[in-house]
């Protein structure tokens, strides 16, 4: 069993940047991908980034790609969504979510694909 934890939400002006985390526990994440996924009001969860946690090979959804950057701290079994030049179109509740399965040559961006799912953290950005 895998426990998820999502931290650094909040709102903030369009332009600007927040950086969320998700810690992980439970069980080693060594070979599984970890991805950030986002669900807006009225809106279906759509794929943000993605991540293979071995050797951070990386996928952006296209809206994000140039903005937002994954990237995981082994040590601290944490993956992070850095978020930059932030739009009103950003703001949804984002979750992070760790694969069901192992040895992903590149990481899923396919909600299917995740079998843990963290709580969510709700970022708002104003115009």
């Known amino acids: 069993q895998v426990q998820l934890v999502e931290s650094g939400g909040g709102l903030v002006q369009g332009g600007g940047s927040l950086r969320l985390s998700c810690a992980a526990s439970?069980?080693?994440?060594?070979?599984?991908?970890m991805g950030w996924f986002r669900q807006a009001p009225g809106k279906e969860r759509e794929f943000v980034a993605s991540?293979?946690?071995?050797?951070?090979?990386?996928r952006y959804a296209n809206s994000v790609r140039g903005r937002f950057t994954i990237s995981r701290d082994n040590a601290k079994n944490t993956v992070y969504l850095q978020m930059n030049s932030l739009k009103p179109e950003d703001t949804a509740v984002y979750y992070c979510?760790?694969?069901?399965?192992?040895?992903?040559?590149?990481?899923?961006?396919?909600?299917?694909?995740?079998?843990?799912w963290g709580q969510g953290t709700q970022v708002t950005v104003s115009s």
């Open positions: 439970g069980r080693t994440i060594s070979s599984y991908a």
């Open positions: 979510a760790v694969s069901q399965t192992t040895g992903w040559s590149t990481p899923p961006g396919s909600a299917y694909e995740y079998g843990y």
């Open positions: 991540i293979t946690w071995s050797i951070g090979i990386t």
